[in-house]
């Protein structure tokens, strides 16, 4: 062979030049022509008998194609390997010569990682936000537990008033027919009258109703309505009263306490209820810390990134986008019209700096002899696998067959080195 590297030492650019030795091609050669012997109708001759000279003759260029696909591949790999290279992304193929009694040569262009020294990362300091949780963030927290364990108790008698539920089925239709809406239906709902988080049209035509009553009206929701299916259409309603119900929060007192299952009095729940929010702090607090420790070690470190990775990323991260406006309702002929180029171009910049951490991560990780145990490992797909209802044998399984097992390895090695950044820069 006749190596070339023709791109400067610091580009992640590379081209090779590989050429696969004449003997080796005749042997390719005499399989694809067997191959095709096998498979071959032509008039004249019955199935699997046509000569090899015809089969040569007839599919000439078929057969030179097959060859070098299965060739290429191989002789790249271990050429790339003798010049020590690690492709990062598929080569793309030129100059290819295929000439009978001869040499396959070709020309091989691809990305490799660049050379990362990562530099100023046992200088990086991180801050660490001191921690307080006020008796307000407590008291909402406890009115929100018992929000949670509120009772409903049926009314009759009398009309919807202001602080009470309508216990209604509904259905909603986009008015005038609008094709980009879709109908809205409910059994049994519980609408609170003049709630902070009701609809007002829906309080100003539901107070007054009695049980049994139906009533029709519009909702026009504005355009920064929360739900981006509803917003800056109009809808109509027809709603049915078919209860009216009264709200009963629990006491916060020992009793309660005791009602949920853990405590024995009502100060064990403030005090569970307040480390909780302390933890939750200082998990977010840690998290930022984590993510400016990032964004300052990519600053610090300016390198080439190969243009494969950040396609990948970008492909990644649209993946878990349009997944998210799946699962939120959007069709799939919606996503098929979204301009999917302007998408990728707004993607760039942020997968630009989610491969250079993960690369500079890794590095530090190599540097600092990071590594993950089988133990972290099996500990993380149990838990993944609760998640999931899964067992833990089946779903190691499935990542082991389409290579889920590496990635995360990788990611907890990520987050060990992340750990390492933030502790070592206290």
Do not use: C, W
């Not at 992340?418 to 070592?424: I, S």
Request: aromatic share 4%.
């Amino acid at each position: 062979m006749s190596p070339t590297d023709t791109a400067a030492k610091e580009s992640v650019k590379r081209e090779i030049s590989v050429e696969i030795p004449a003997d080796e091609v005749a042997r390719e050669t005499e399989l694809q022509v067997q191959r095709y012997q096998k498979s071959a109708r032509l008039p004249g001759f019955r199935a699997g008998h046509v000569p090899a000279s015809i089969i040569r003759q007839r599919f000439a260029e078929g057969i030179k194609s097959d060859v070098a696909e299965a060739l290429i591949p191989k002789y790249f790999r271990r050429e790339a390997e003798k010049q020590g290279l690690i492709p990062v992304s598929q080569p793309r193929v030129s100059d290819l010569r295929v000439h009978d009694g001869e040499p396959l040569r070709f020309k091989a262009s691809f990305e490799v990682l660049p050379e990362i020294p990562v530099e100023g990362y046992k200088e990086l300091r991180a801050d660490k936000a001191e921690i307080t949780v006020t008796d307000e963030e407590v008291e909402q927290a406890l009115n929100g537990v018992r929000e949670q364990h509120a009772t409903y108790t049926t009314v009759e008698g009398r009309a919807l008033a202001e602080g009470e539920f309508a216990q209604a089925s509904m259905d909603g239709r986009p008015k005038d027919g609008d094709a980009t809406a879709k109908p809205v239906h409910m059994d049994d709902v519980l609408i609170e009258i003049g709630g902070k988080n009701t609809v007002p049209e829906f309080t100003q035509n539901l107070t007054g109703a009695s049980a049994g009553e139906e009533r029709t009206f519009d909702v026009v929701y504005p355009q920064d309505a929360s739900d981006q299916r509803l917003a800056g259409k109009t809808f109509v309603y027809s709603v049915k009263v078919n209860g009216i119900k009264q709200k009963s929060l629990p006491e916060l007192n020992d009793e309660f306490a005791k009602e949920l299952g853990e405590f024995s009095s009502f100060d064990q729940v403030r005090k569970q209820i307040r480390e909780n929010i302390r933890a939750e702090k200082r998990h977010a607090a840690e998290r930022e810390a984590k993510d400016k420790l990032v964004n300052e070690l990519v600053r610090r470190n300016d390198f080439e990134v190969p243009e494969s990775l950040i396609d990948r990323q970008i492909d990644l991260r649209l993946e878990r986008g349009l997944r998210a406006l799946a699962a939120q309702g959007m069709k799939m002929e919606d996503m098929k019209k979204m301009d999917l180029p302007r998408l990728r171009a707004g993607q760039r910049e942020q997968a630009l700096q989610d491969v250079k951490s993960t690369l500079l991560l890794d590095r530090i990780a190599d540097l600092e002899k990071i590594r993950v145990s089988d133990n972290e490992l099996n500990r993380e797909i149990e838990s993944l696998a609760q998640q999931s209802k899964q067992t833990p044998e089946a779903l190691r399984a499935r990542l082991t067959q389409d290579g889920g097992l590496d990635r995360i390895r990788m990611r907890i090695r990520s987050e060990k080195t992340l750990d390492f950044l933030y502790h070592q820069s206290a």
